[in-house]
């Protein structure tokens, strides 16, 4: 089955502790993108990768690192997270950049 | 530069009504168009695309979106909502390869029983 997965689902953590949320996807996608999801503001991407060992900047990449070390594999983490870094998170994958996105089902961080 | 606008923040209708999510976008050139449906606690889903061709296009779950480039509008419909139509909608616009897609802030949309 194509999917986008994502792990974890929920995570719980206190600022400053450094974590990373993987993604993954099945379908030899070359692009990848992180976005945060916030009341009101929709959709807003963080950092996103045309393929391997390329990244770039989203809208809102402060506070975030990427790296594209496989073409399946997309991890966004957060080195010293923060509590405005409180957000639900999803990966997506698609073929080209304004392609169909595939999103994974979201990770729910929460940052005391 | 682009951009998409969706003005209904919430939508509340009959179950059995017509649907009628708004869109507006604008790009510089002939733009790529997405609706995708988030159901609550899951990830977004495409409902159905533009890239060319027919003004009126097709998606899965019984929904259609037309394009009218004087209006600059994508507005999403359906004829007859049912309760799992319960969701937030998001209209995305993009464009040539180059391009990124912008997502819409969402329209909740609400089913009466």
């Known amino acids: 089955e194509a999917q986008v997965t994502q792990n974890p689902r929920y995570l719980i953590t206190v600022t400053g502790k450094k974590l990373t949320v993987t993604c993954s996807q099945n379908?030899?996608?070359?692009?990848m993108s992180w976005y945060r999801q916030d009341p009101g503001l929709g959709l807003r991407q963080i950092y996103y990768?045309?393929?391997?060992?390329?990244?770039d900047k989203g809208d809102v990449p402060e506070g975030y690192k990427v790296s594209r070390k496989e073409k399946r594999n997309f991890p966004l983490i957060l080195e010293s997270p923060s509590p405005n870094q409180t957000s639900l998170y999803f990966c997506?994958?698609?073929?080209?950049?304004?392609?169909?996105?595939?999103f994974g089902p979201g990770t729910r961080l929460t940052v005391l | 530069a682009q951009s998409v606008t969706q003005p209904d923040i919430h939508i509340t209708v009959s179950e059995g009504a017509s649907l009628e999510l708004r869109c507006n976008y604008s790009?510089?050139?002939?733009?790529?168009l997405f609706w995708y449906v988030q159901s609550p606690g899951q990830g977004l889903q495409l409902l159905l695309k533009?890239?060319?061709?027919?003004?009126l296009v097709q998606g899965i779950k019984g929904f259609e979106a037309e394009i009218k480039r004087s209006q600059s509008s994508f507005n999403l419909r359906k004829p007859s909502v049912h309760w799992s139509d319960a969701a937030e909608y998001f209209c995305?616009?993009?464009?040539?390869?180059?391009?990124?897609?912008?997502f819409g802030k969402g329209t909740r949309l609400h089913i009466l029983p």
């Open positions: 997506a994958s698609s073929r080209a950049r304004t392609d169909t996105q595939y």
């Open positions: 379908m030899n996608h070359e692009y």
């Open positions: 990768s045309m393929n391997v060992e390329v990244t």
């Open positions: 790009y510089g050139a002939t733009p790529y």
């Open positions: 533009y890239f060319s061709g027919d003004t």
């Open positions: 995305a616009v993009g464009g040539n390869r180059d391009d990124k897609i912008i």
